[in-house]
């Protein structure tokens, strides 16, 4: 019998609703999800914020912390100080982040796409085994 099922699944797989049977809005998260522009726009963004905060100084802080716990490390660090040099990444690293976000969404959009084919099936195989559940809540005890 597991077998058989195992050999059903790409059967099932074709049956399924289409995407366009989804709701609107996951229609339209998956489109954006799976776009290479919108994909490329996400990961340019964040290559550009982690960029920005790698260049943020933080010697002002550090200096604040210092004068509240002189024995702290940040007595240690120099007043011109930017966040990447203090938590020591290397310069490629908001590349790779961008990169990573670029995978990441790719990954996403592809998660949601099965997502929204199979969303009305498992609807429907949630409110069947809710009733289910009620009838055998209901039924008297063996």
Known sequence: MT??????LPLLALAAPLPAAADPELRDTV???NDPVAQDRMADTITAIVGALM???VGP???????VDPESDAAYIPRDATLGE?????PDYADRMG???????RMAG???????????VLKDMARDMAAQWERERAAPRR
């Open 99 to 105: 990169a990573d976000v670029r995978a990441t969404t």
């Open 31 to 33: 489109a954006t999800l």
């Open 61 to 67: 802080l550090a200096d604040a912390i210092a004068r």
């Open 3 to 8: 077998r058989f099922a195992l050999l059903a």
């Open 110 to 120: 592809q998660a949601a796409s099965a997502l929204a084919v199979y969303a009305p």
């Open 86 to 90: 203090v938590a020591g990444r290397d």
């Open 55 to 57: 260049q943020m100084p």
